[in-house]
């Protein structure tokens, strides 16, 4: 997930186990230096969206920077993806330390370039981005960033074929933006 607001972070409905609004959850960054727990304050409904917003009250003042919520960018723009994808944080040290329950250790973000192929479903204000920054499972959640710094979606599925092809989503930062606006989240 990413801080939105100073104490807000918006990951997927997924990642939080499709906890329900009132249930808590870990927070926890290398930059941030120990875990917080915070408290799940938004889910999308099942079927509507994969989004989650947690309210963490504990992480002090000006200790994180949140980053901005774009539109989608037009095809062709430059993303990069932040996030941990399990294939390549299972070699992180800091992430043995942390699951044997050490919380101020926590993995490497893991940044990949790319580009938008396409903005899928727009007209229905549910848009997709189509982009090929490299994800995979642990990166759900995580940020689709422009060239500004700005979060144009956030990274939910990969589709694959038979061809051994992959395609990487990110549910769209306008569409994002909407779900914020409707849960009151600053």
Not at 97 to 118: F, H, N, Q
């Amino acid at each position: 997930g990413f801080f939105v607001a100073p104490n807000y972070v918006v990951t997927n409905h997924h990642v939080v186990a499709r906890a329900a609004p009132g249930a808590e959850a870990l927070v926890l960054s290398k930059h941030l230096k120990t875990g917080y727990i915070g408290t799940v304050v938004a889910t999308s409904q099942p079927g509507q969206a994969d989004f989650a917003v947690i309210k963490v009250d504990d992480v002090p003042a000006g200790s994180v920077r949140p980053l901005a919520v774009a539109a989608e960018p037009a095809a062709l723009s430059d993303v990069i993806a932040a996030g941990y994808p399990s294939i390549a944080i299972a070699q992180d040290r800091n992430l043995r330390r942390l699951l044997a329950g050490d919380l101020k250790a926590a993995p490497e973000v893991v940044l990949t370039k790319g580009t938008v192929s396409a903005i899928q479903n727009k007209e229905r204000n549910t848009p997709m981005v189509l982009h090929s920054a490299d994800i995979s499972a642990g990166n759900s959640g995580g940020p689709l960033i422009d060239s500004c710094g700005r979060v144009v979606g956030i990274n939910t599925y990969i589709v694959t074929s038979r061809q051994t092809t992959k395609a990487n989503y990110a549910l769209g930062g306008s569409w994002l933006a909407a779900f914020l606006r409707a849960s009151k989240t600053p």
